[in-house]
């Protein structure tokens, strides 16, 4: 059985791709920075992606589950491929997932 973190993995990465999103890397892992659940690109603008999901029964606040410490560390991990990569246009995105008999998905830009 798949975990709840990898399907709203693939959730949120089928819509991407369903909106114009091209992935460039999935689960990428830097020791010092911790992981980035999926990397995207449309246009010009490269997307860095962290994914929350939760089941339907359990409470779902993505504040909660993407803490300050979180954060810090995802900012470091984006400055880390900015700079390497030389990347001009870049957003970070927040993508919660409630997987039940419907699935929602809410985009947070810039978080």
């Not at 991407?16 to 992981?35: A, V």
């Not at 560390?73 to 957003?91: A, Q, W």
Request: zero cysteines; charged letters at 35%.
């Amino acid at each position: 059985m798949i975990k709840i973190g990898r399907l709203g993995e693939r959730i949120v990465e089928k819509y991407l791709i369903n909106k114009g999103h091209r992935i460039i890397g999935k689960n990428i892992w830097l020791k010092k920075f911790g992981e980035v659940d999926l990397i995207t690109q449309k246009d010009d603008v490269f997307y860095f992606v962290e994914v929350k999901a939760l089941k339907e029964n359990e409470n779902f606040t993505p504040e909660i589950h993407y803490s300050l410490k979180k954060r810090k560390k995802f900012h470091n991990l984006i400055s880390y491929f900015v700079n390497k990569y030389d990347i001009k246009e870049f957003k970070s995105l927040l993508a919660t997932v409630k997987v039940g008999k419907k699935i929602k998905i809410k985009i947070y830009e810039n978080v």
